[in-house]
Nanobody
Framework: QVQLVESGGGLVQAGGSLRLSCAASGSFFSINTMGWYRQAPGKQRELVANMTSGNGTHHVNSVKGRFTISRDNAKNTVYLQMNRLKPEDTAVYYC??????????????WGQGTQVTVSS
């Protein structure tokens, strides 16, 4: 199995920055796709950004120009650089990964979440 551990969340003033990190460990051949989701109180979990194994990236419109996803494949780690944070960015942020754990078999894994709170 694969374990995903997020770090880097916290409390920040509006306009500030945070960098989230998610490290994958366990038994797998490779990590194919990694991404970040978030869930605010009373709302559904939503995609923030993801990155394919071919290094293609996607960011939702609400964070384009402010957030940047990146990967370090040697460390099996994905990052989310969050700049010019807004109060509406407040949520629990979850790391997501699709991993190959057997030949031609893909599985989806989730981290435990890290809280990001942006004060006005």
């Amino acid at each position: 199995q694969v374990q995903l551990v997020e770090s880097g969340g916290g409390l920040v003033q509006a306009g500030g920055s945070l960098r989230l990190s998610c490290a994958a460990s366990g038994s797998f051949f490779s990590i194919n796709t990694m991404g970040w989701y978030r869930q605010a109180p009373g709302k559904q979990r939503e995609l923030v950004a993801n990155m394919t194994s071919g290094n293609g990236t996607h960011h939702v419109n609400s964070v384009k120009g402010r957030f940047t996803i990146s990967r370090d494949n040697a460390k099996n780690t994905v990052y989310l650089q969050m700049n010019r944070l807004k109060p509406e960015d407040t949520a629990v942020y979850y790391c997501n990964a699709v991993a190959t754990i057997m030949p031609e078999k893909l599985f989806t894994f989730w981290g435990q979440g890290t809280q990001v709170t942006v004060s006005s």
